[in-house]
């Protein structure tokens, strides 16, 4: 919402433009007695140029406004020199240079232009120590001015500089490149094999969870945390037998104790020996330690929690993937208890209908679509397939492929139990026309791709697609090599043609 409405505003100012008769220096209104300016747009490997300036007279002052482009963020130029030279094969005719800008982006040069004839119209701007030069092709310099001509019609959508330069916006050339095809597997995102530990029961008993730790399915657990206890599972005669020796324990210790006290007088007064009541009292000690252990066994099964039991503790740091046992069951000695995937790497597990083979062959791993319909790329990550080709079970045809993501990689969306698209690169890559993906708008459920006429003015055209390969998509129909197409900001443009077309400013 927030772009769309940035796009509105910005649009919103261009129609204003087209409306009024200035707006910053420009002159939008057409003037039946002027003619049509000369407009040009250039491109290097950094800066594209459009300019415009009023078809030059032999000996009369010629004012070019020069857009400069830096390519890299598609922003506006705010410091450099400009310059403009008019070249014949024996050197330059007549110059003229600036050393700023008007304003951002803008180069305003103005001089006479030579005497009438043909020359080459070459221009250049300096800035950070490097010079770009834009070869403007051959001009015509004629003796007196031009009657205006008249205006043709045309089907493009103007959008201007200044809209551009404030929005996300970028162009590029329509090239051939190699191209595979890309196929799509649902896949779940899991801990990887290698990075899960289950916690077993180590003896019989009831499993407690933790209090201290909320034991559930996507919970993080560090390593060292206890994630629950077992104590021991009793019902009827079981219990009967662990009271049953907490009261003979009492009984013997109990015992001990009187006997302890009757022999104690007979030992001061020598008619018993010493001995005697020290093996009372070692009886005695040993009691109480029965005692004891058999209160801690009850205590064990009656306290709250199952505090004080044998604690379970995660030997990794994790996410919890599945929490077996609910609080309190009973379970075995072995027994499952909580599986935890570590979060050092993760698997993709794709199950689908079973393909045939063939189709599958060299298959690798391209990128993976997550929920929010953003696209992780994967072609340079590591990102593996365990097996060269899906593992099909005969009876149900089901095919299972699983696909190894290298630590760190997607760290922040592709969590255990997400539901995401893994997108394969298969077969020989075949040399195709293709665009970015970002280049193709979809209008109307059907793709559309903008390409540039001029710095300021875009034909909307319908398009054919074929395959698609990473972050580029086949062209089949529409557009031709070689062409300009915009790769960010299709959408804005479109808006723009929504919203009325923007007469190009004449400065």
């Not at 708008?441 to 390409?451: A, L, Q």
């Not at 300021?456 to 557009?479: N, Q, W, Y």
Request: hydrophobic share 40%; proline share 7%; aromatic share 6%.
């Amino acid at each position: 919402m927030r772009r769309f409405a940035l796009a509105l505003l910005v649009l919103g100012t261009a129609i204003s433009c087209g409306r009024d008769a200035t707006h910053d220096g420009h002159s939008h209104e057409k003037e039946s007695a002027e003619p049509e300016p000369v407009s040009i747009t250039k491109w290097t490997a950094t800066h594209e140029l459009f300019v415009e300036f009023p078809p030059p007279v032999a000996g009369k002052p010629v004012e070019f406004h020069a857009h400069v482009t830096a390519l890299e963020g598609f922003r506006a130029l705010t410091e450099g020199r400009f310059r403009v030279r008019w070249e014949t094969p024996s050197g330059v005719a007549a110059e003229a240079t600036v050393d700023s800008v008007k304003r951002a982006g803008i180069f305003t040069p103005s001089g006479p232009a030579p005497s009438a004839g043909s020359y080459q119209l070459k221009m250049s701007v300096e800035h950070g120590g490097a010079t770009d030069v834009f070869d403007c092709g051959l001009i015509e310099v004629a003796d007196s001015p031009k009657p205006p001509a008249s205006e043709a019609a045309g089907a493009t959508i103007a959008f201007l500089k200044e809209s551009q330069w404030k929005i996300p916006f970028a162009t590029a050339w329509a090239e051939q490149r190699p191209l595979a095809k890309e196929i799509e597997l649902p896949a779940t995102v899991e801990p990887a094999g290698t990075d899960q530990l289950v916690i077993g029961s180590p003896t019989g008993g009831r499993f407690f969870h933790s209090p201290k730790l909320s034991l559930t399915e996507g919970g993080k657990v560090q390593k060292g945390d206890v994630v629950g206890f077992i104590a021991p599972t009793v019902a009827g005669e079981d219990y009967s037998r662990l009271e049953l020796a907490v009261e003979e324990a009492r009984l013997a210790r109990d015992q001990t104790e009187r006997e302890i006290q009757r022999v104690e007088p007979l030992v001061k007064d020598g008619l018993l020996p010493e001995r005697r009541l020290t093996e009372l009292r070692n009886e005695r000690d040993t009691q109480s330690a029965r005692l004891a252990s058999a209160k801690g066994r009850v205590g064990r099964v009656l306290a709250p929690g199952g505090v004080g039991g044998l604690p379970i503790r995660s030997s990794i740091e994790g996410v919890v993937s599945q929490v077996v046992v609910p609080n309190g069951e009973p379970v075995e000695a072995g027994a499952a208890l909580v599986r935890i995937g570590g979060t050092r790497n993760v698997w993709l597990r794709s199950r689908f209908v079973a393909r045939p083979r063939a189709s599958l062959l060299g298959a690798a791993p391209a990128a993976v679509r997550v929920p929010s319909g953003a696209r992780l790329d994967l072609a340079s990550t590591g990102a593996r397939l365990l097996s060269t080709a899906p593992v099909v079970d005969p009876t149900s045809r089901i095919a299972t492929w699983v696909l190894d993501v290298p630590p760190g990689v997607g760290a922040d969306t592709l969590h255990p139990g997400t539901q995401v698209v893994i997108v394969l690169r298969v077969g020989t890559p075949r040399t195709v026309l293709a665009v970015p993906r970002g280049a193709v708008v979809e209008i109307n459920t059907r793709p559309f791709v903008f390409v540039q006429v001029d710095g300021e003015h875009f034909e909307k055209r319908p398009v054919g697609l074929g395959s698609a390969d990473g972050g580029h998509v086949e062209i089949t129909s529409g557009v031709s090599q070689g062409e300009r197409i915009v790769t960010t900001g299709g959408f804005d443009i479109h808006l723009g043609s929504l919203m009325g077309s923007v007469e190009s400013h004449r400065h």
